[in-house]
């Protein structure tokens, strides 16, 4: 069984950073792919970055690309979302999820496990 626990939300206003972190457990960290998802009140849930399994590959959706960087630190079983120039559409609960097989994709059913969610609000 896979464990994910997100960190590092909160509020910020527009035009500031955050930085997210989720710390994985249950399974050799490094031979899978890791994505970040959000989603916003009353939106369905989004892709926002994914990571392979050495960091060497990264992908972002085009709402959040130049702004936010993907990382994974592989020791630590630890991924990473730096979110920078935020701006109020980014409110969202941010979600880090891992798929049950190595798969790099950006669609949210690929993906089997799902941490608790963080809050990231942004105020104009």
């Known amino acids: 069984q896979v464990h994910l626990v997100e960190s590092g939300g909160g509020l910020v206003q527009a035009g500031g950073s955050l930085r997210l972190s989720c710390a994985a457990s249950?399974?050799?960290?490094?031979?899978?792919?890791m994505g970040w998802f959000r989603q916003a009140p009353g939106k369905e849930r989004e892709f926002v970055a994914v990571?392979?399994?050495?960091?060497?590959?990264?992908s972002y959706a085009d709402s959040v690309k130049g702004r936010f960087t993907i990382s994974r630190d592989n020791a630590k079983n630890t991924v990473y979302l730096q979110m920078s120039s935020l701006k109020p559409d980014d409110t969202a609960v941010y979600y880090c999820?891992?798929?049950?097989?190595?798969?790099?994709?950006?669609?949210?059913?690929?993906?089997?496990?799902w941490g608790q969610g963080t809050q990231v609000t942004v105020s104009s």
């Open positions: 990571v392979s399994r050495s960091g060497g590959s990264t």
């Open positions: 249950g399974r050799t960290f490094n031979r899978y792919t």
């Open positions: 999820a891992a798929p049950k097989r190595d798969i790099y994709g950006t669609s949210w059913n690929l993906y089997e496990y």
